[in-house]
């Protein structure tokens, strides 16, 4: 039986499947999907591999024989192993990349080797195994293999030890362990009834035995215990547990526990609501393709506070009742204790959550649940959609404009792309749902008809949207000499909302307390050393950091360019106005979410819970506070400068500006207190903060898309970005105007290239040391121009070592 197998170790990252031949005995092991241990390369090293696919024959003569296998059951479905060969051709990965997204991180088969000394006769070996032998011997005859290879540092130790193991002077092995596994804990129980318990401690007692005795008493009472609790709780030891084993008194054994990322207990079941008359149309189609079995790609445009969610909830039960599962896609972690709060609240402990937030070990046992089929639905933000559910009735993407749902580490995907795959391998609807859609989707639903789209204009409560009031901060300095972030305004407002006790949200884009750092005698910006971008300053540390590569220096107060004394801190971060809003508002109780905030382990759910049960008046964040919160009290939202993201060099700069703004604003007044929001910007007479005044998105979207068509951007192309990265400046430029020659000599390419772009800078021109050169190229349809990147991607994985090459098809982040 021959088997194809593709490596799936990161120190054997090669894009191609090996032919093996299986044992006889391993044949009824060996599955689609399954992982192997195979031998690899000169020394038959053992790798871990994938089992791929079967071949009748081979073109190879002399094939190796697989090792042993490493699961009992497929890792990888055939429907995910074939998303991984997909992937590979759309995002230009090799499969390992791919495969890397379907399992839980740092899952893999640790393989430790150990030489152990067989026979310590040194005749007819060289001096330097001799040398090999003598270390051996000293060490009790047995060494792990690395590390007798770090002692010995010599190029020829990999063939002498298998010369070493030819004469029988040594013996290889293996020993073979998973980096993470399920959790087993040790528990003891009674083997004899309680009574006979109660009348063996007397006997234990009387032996002067106390432990032992103390241990039946405990169980006696507790039926079973954990190992820890036992001997806790009897000040005890193994030893005395293991004297009550062998009287048979009690028994040992395993038991698999596992690591739950949430209480159910902590939940109010809730149910369903008689749907609105614009949600009802939508609900009835969904389940028309539920029990059709059919593949349609939905979008719907619901206003902030319109119930999309309550949509997904009733859509997700006729699902389940059809014996189907779903997926729930969230576009970041901060949203995901607000959906599953409210999807366990529905449906119980058949839900399962991903997101990069969980230790490794929680994400294991999630996985292992999917797998197991002991879940109905998953929710999660962008990694989810890899989650290895079987039978997918429906998928869905909240927020579906969320640029965070794009990946920009290799493979650069877009979950909506992948979810579109997985739901048309499946047959299931794909929905895509938004208050602010992109431009992209809602014209293929709008004018392409490529989506079914849905319109909800009105919030399930009847309630106005909020009220929105621009604040020019040009007249805040001017007419009233007000030097501070927070307009008057704005503060009064604020004042109003703290004496009514109803709760206020503040969004600014900008973590950290001032962007940058300058000089005012000789005009010189702290940089950073490894990137070209200005240092933040971070006060509670008083460091300048680099938002890039982490690196981070302590605050200056002399110029290192000049010397000069006359150091001055320019814009204004999260920190800066949260010291703000203490100064102006000392009473209020200030809560700040933003990624300094939120980088340990359930932070972003400890805040959003201190908020909403009322221990604080005021939420100060970043982009985590613009969507998908949910908070019935919060009556005001303020946004402290509308157009930071306006004057950005990207054709996406308006769309990204009103959805921020639209879903913030959107926070207010979705309890019975109508909301109002308040937003200070510098150019209050800019047609995308005037359209987000008005919550006018179809205006928005016809204005945008004008000036994409005029300027032919996507949606009436593709961007392919071409990146080269290196160390060397010269080098770095060479490759990639040789890219640049190799696109516009293509004849294969040119009817569809609509612009090809010169090399140019990278608008971040150094990153961590590495300078950035691209090209940007337009085209018509990135799938016609696959061919021709592969081969430039192939072109230089062979000949370039000193580079890095990134090629990026549509790119969320142009810099």
């Not at 979410?593 to 972003?604: E, I, L, N, P, W």
């Not at 950035?772 to 370039?800: C, F, G, M, P």
Request: aromatic share 8%; proline share 4%.
């Amino acid at each position: 039986m021959i088997v194809q197998v593709a490596l799936i170790s990161p120190k054997h990252v090669i894009d191609r499947s090996f032919d093996y031949i299986v044992p006889k005995e391993l044949e009824d092991a060996v599955k689609v999907g399954i992982r192997v241990l195979v031998p690899f390369g000169l020394y038959n090293n053992s790798v871990e591999g994938l089992f791929v696919g079967i071949s009748q024959s081979s073109q190879f003569t002399r094939l190796k024989r697989i090792k042993s296998v490493v699961d009992t059951k497929p890792v990888c479905s055939k429907e995910l192993l074939s998303l991984c060969v997909w992937m590979q051709n759309r995002y230009l990965c090799p499969f390992y990349s791919a495969f890397k997204l379907i399992v839980p991180p740092k899952m893999k088969t640790v393989i430790r080797r150990w030489v152990s000394l067989q026979n310590a006769d040194t005749a007819g070996i060289s001096e330097f195994q001799k040398k090999i032998v003598d270390i051996l011997t000293q060490n009790d005859g047995i060494m792990e293999y690395d590390h007798l290879g770090e002692l010995v540092s010599s190029p020829a130790y990999h063939r002498s030890l298998n010369s070493l193991a030819d004469k029988k002077v040594i013996s290889i092995s293996e020993k073979i362990s998973d980096s993470i596994r399920e959790l087993t804990i040790r528990i003891v129980k009674l083997k004899i009834s309680s009574d006979e318990a109660y009348a063996a401690a007397d006997e234990l007692f009387k032996k002067h035995a106390h432990v032992q005795g103390n241990m039946l008493l405990a169980l006696a009472d507790s039926e079973k215990l954990t190992t820890s609790e036992i001997i806790a709780l009897s000040d005890g030891n193994y030893s005395s547990l293991a004297a009550l084993t062998e009287k048979g008194f009690v028994e040992i054994y395993s038991e698999k526990k596992v690591r739950e990322v949430y209480d159910e207990s902590d939940y109010i079941v809730t149910n369903e609501y008689e749907p609105t008359d614009e949600q009802k149309p939508i609900i009835d189609y969904i389940d028309n393709l539920l029990d059709e079995n059919k593949h349609e790609k939905i979008l719907i445009r619901g206003v902030t506070g319109s119930g999309k969610t309550e949509i997904f909830l009733q859509t997700i039960r006729k699902c389940i009742e059809d014996g189907k599962r779903a997926i729930m896609l969230v576009p970041e972690i901060s949203l995901t204790p607000q959906m599953v709060e409210r999807f366990v609240s529905r449906f119980g402990k058949r839900v399962a959550v991903i997101h990069s937030g969980l230790s490794y070990g929680e994400r294991f046992d999630q996985w292992n649940k999917i797998k197991n089929n002991e879940v109905d639905v998953v929710v999660g933000a962008r990694s989810a959609i890899f989650a290895p559910l079987e039978n997918i009735g429906m998928i869905i993407l909240d927020e579906e404009h969320e640029n965070s749902y794009k990946s920009e580490i290799n493979p650069r995907y877009h979950a909506r792309e992948v979810a579109e795959y997985r739901a048309s391998a499946n047959g299931a609807p794909l929905i895509l749902a938004s208050a602010t859609p992109s431009v992209d989707s809602f014209y293929h639903a709008k004018t392409l008809g490529d989506y079914k789209l849905f319109e909800m204009n009105n919030r399930y409560n009847d309630n106005s949207l909020p009220s929105v009031e621009i604040v020019d901060m040009r007249s805040e300095i001017f007419n009233y000499h007000n030097m501070s972030p927070i307009s008057n305004r704005l503060e009064f407002e604020i004042r109003k909302n703290l004496e009514k006790n109803e709760k206020t949200i503040l969004f600014l884009n900008r973590r950290g307390y001032n962007t940058f750092v300058s000089c005012r005698q000789c005009g010189y910006v702290m940089e950073c050393k490894n990137c070209s971008i200005p240092l933040t300053y971070h006060m509670n540390s008083d460091s300048l950091v680099c938002h890039y590569c982490g690196y981070s220096i302590r605050n200056v107060s002399v110029c290192p360019e000049c010397g000069s004394k006359h150091i001055k801190f320019f814009g204004t971060g999260t920190q800066k106005i949260e010291d703000e809003l203490k100064r102006l508002f000392p009473e209020a109780k200030i809560l700040r979410m933003d990624r300094d905030t939120t980088s340990t382990k359930g932070s972003h759910e400890a805040i959003l819970n201190k908020f909403k049960n009322g221990e604080a008046d005021i939420l100060l964040g970043t982009q985590m506070v613009t969507k998908g919160l949910d908070f019935s009290d919060v009556t005001l939202v303020g946004v402290l400068a509308a157009d930071s993201s306006l004057g950005v060099d990207d054709f996406r700069a308006n769309e990204r500006t009103f959805s921020l703004l639209t879903q913030v604003c959107g926070r207010a007044g979705r309890g019975d207190i109508p909301g109002r929001a308040v937003v200070q910007t510098y150019q209050p007479k800019n047609s995308t903060i005037e359209f987000a005044k008005t919550h006018d998105y179809i205006g928005f979207y016809e204005n945008e898309i004008k000036f994409r068509k005029r300027l032919n951007y996507p949606p009436f192309c593709d961007i392919i970005s071409i990146l080269v990265q290196g160390k060397t400046e010269d080098i770095v430029k060479s490759e990639i105007s040789s890219v640049f020659e190799f696109v516009k000599n293509s004849d294969d390419n040119h009817n569809n290239i609509i612009k090809l772009a010169h090399p140019m800078p990278a608008p971040i021109q150094r990153i961590k040391g590495d300078y950035r050169y691209r090209i940007l190229i337009k085209v018509r349809d990135a799938d016609l121009s696959l061919d021709i990147l592969h081969e430039i991607n192939n072109t230089h994985i062979q000949k370039n070592k000193n580079t890095t090459m990134i090629i990026d098809i549509n790119p969320i982040n142009m810099s």
